[in-house]
């Protein structure tokens, strides 16, 4: 760890103690909360100036293990911001791919949220969309239902893309 990045762990560390010190109960937390949420969000937005790091460091890793409220925070912020084609596509191949052996909830949240942003997606991004969708509709081992996630994201893409 460098020293610019330890005086900052500890430049955060000693704001929440001060916060810890200063609190008077549930409005002062949830205050908190919201001034680090916004923080945290503005924080993303900068973030996606550098898409290639956004969606390598960011989002490839966190589609595997992502909470609902996680995945909805990151979605907004997709949805927000302004991302080129290219890497939009690219990142969606690399759910798809990601999600060939197991349904990962995160991974499917973020593919519907880059196909509602209904982007001209090369033709290779939309036939691996469809393979990646025909291959759970074939499978017959799999008795367990599909989530409801991965229907919303089937039918965003069949009505975004349903003339290509």
Known sequence: MGTSQRRNSQHCR???REHT???TGKKCC???????AILSGTCLKKAIFKPAGFFKGIIIPLSDSTT????SIFGSIIKKC?????????C???LVDKCKTKVSMGALFFIKMLLLKKYALPTPVKEGLVNFFLKYVYNDNNKTPLPVLWH??????CQIYKLD
């Open 82 to 90: 302004s991302i080129p084609v290219a890497h939009s596509a690219a």
């Open 30 to 36: 949830r205050e908190w909360q919201h001034r680090t």
């Open 92 to 94: 969606i191949m690399k």
């Open 68 to 71: 609902a409220k996680e995945a």
């Open 152 to 157: 919303q994201t089937l039918l965003v893409f």
């Open 14 to 16: 000693s704001i929440s």
């Open 21 to 23: 010190r200063k609190c």
